[in-house]
C-alpha cells in the first residue's frame, strides 16, 4: 500500500456516525485533549503504526471498538498511551510504532503516566511473549471509532448500536484488503458477527475484557502454532 492509499484509508475513516462516537483522528475531545492538534498527532501515530506493518503483517487481530483508554488518546487500536510512552506496563514504545517517537493526546492532569487499557496489555504483552515480531501482527476494530455512553461523557465505552456497525463495516472491508493476512482473528461476538457478514474466515476466540484473559491466552496461543506449522 502507497502513501497515498494510506491518506485514503484515514480520509475514509473521517465517515463516522453521528452521535455519542468520537473520532479520535478527525475530532477533538474538548474535556481531555491536550489542543487543538491531538487529532493530527492521532492521525500520524496510526499513519506510522499502519505504515511499518504493510506487506508484514501475519495476522490481523479484530477487536469490538475504539476504548477511551485505548485508541480514543494513543490513535491506535488496542493501544494505550502508556504502551505507547513504555510506561508501567513492560512493553517497550519501540514496539508499537517504530520510526517516529510517540506523544500522548491527553491532558496530564487527567492521569499523569497516560492512560492504561488492560485489553491493550493483555493482547500486546501476550503476542510479544511468543516471540512475534510486533510487525507481524496488527490490530483493528470491527467498529474503528469509539462509541461512548452520553450519560457518562467520553470517558466511557458502549457498544455500538446494529446501525452503527454498519458504517463500520465498508472501513473493516477496505482494511481487511489492506492487510490480506494469513490469519483472522475475532476477539468477541460483535467482531466475529461483522467477519461474518463480510464472508471472512476468521478465528473466533475469547475477549480478554471481563475475565477472559486465561481463555483468550489460551485460544491465541493455538492460533499462533497453527501459523507456524
Not at 474535556?31 to 506493518?53: C, E, T, V, W
Not at 499523569?112 to 496489555?121: I, K, L, N, V
Request: net charge positive; charged share 25%; proline share 7%.
Amino acid at each position: 500500500m502507497s502513501a497515498k492509499s494510506l491518506r485514503e484509508y484515514l480520509q475514509l475513516l473521517k465517515k463516522s456516525p453521528s452521535g455519542a462516537v468520537f473520532n479520535p483522528w478527525w475530532e477533538v475531545d474538548e474535556q481531555n485533549d491536550i489542543g487543538r492538534n491531538a487529532p493530527a498527532i492521532r492521525r500520524h501515530q496510526l499513519r506510522a503504526y499502519l505504515q511499518k506493518r504493510l506487506g508484514k503483517a501475519k495476522l490481523a487481530l479484530i477487536g469490538e471498538a475504539v476504548g477511551y483508554r485505548g485508541g480514543h488518546f494513543s490513535g491506535i487500536p488496542m493501544t494505550s498511551e502508556r504502551i505507547l510512552l513504555g510506561r508501567k506496563t513492560g512493553i517497550a514504545p519501540e514496539h508499537s510504532l517504530l520510526g517516529i517517537t510517540p506523544q500522548r493526546t491527553s491532558k496530564p492532569g487527567k492521569c499523569p503516566d497516560g492512560f492504561s487499557e488492560p485489553t491493550a496489555t493483555i493482547v500486546w504483552s501476550t503476542l510479544l511473549r511468543f516471540k512475534l515480531s510486533s510487525e507481524e501482527f496488527v490490530l483493528w476494530n470491527a467498529f474503528p471509532w469509539h462509541s461512548f455512553d452520553p450519560r457518562r461523557g467520553m470517558l466511557s465505552n458502549r457498544m455500538p448500536k446494529k446501525s452503527e456497525q454498519a458504517v463500520g463495516l465498508p472501513v473493516l472491508k477496505t482494511f481487511l484488503e489492506l492487510f490480506p493476512c494469513e490469519q483472522v482473528v475475532a476477539l468477541g461476538k460483535i467482531a466475529a458477527a461483522q467477519l461474518e457478514e463480510l464472508n471472512v474466515n476468521a478465528h473466533c476466540i475469547r475477549h480478554p475484557a471481563s475475565g477472559g484473559a486465561r481463555l483468550f491466552r489460551t485460544q491465541i496461543a493455538a492460533v499462533v502454532r497453527c501459523g507456524r506449522d
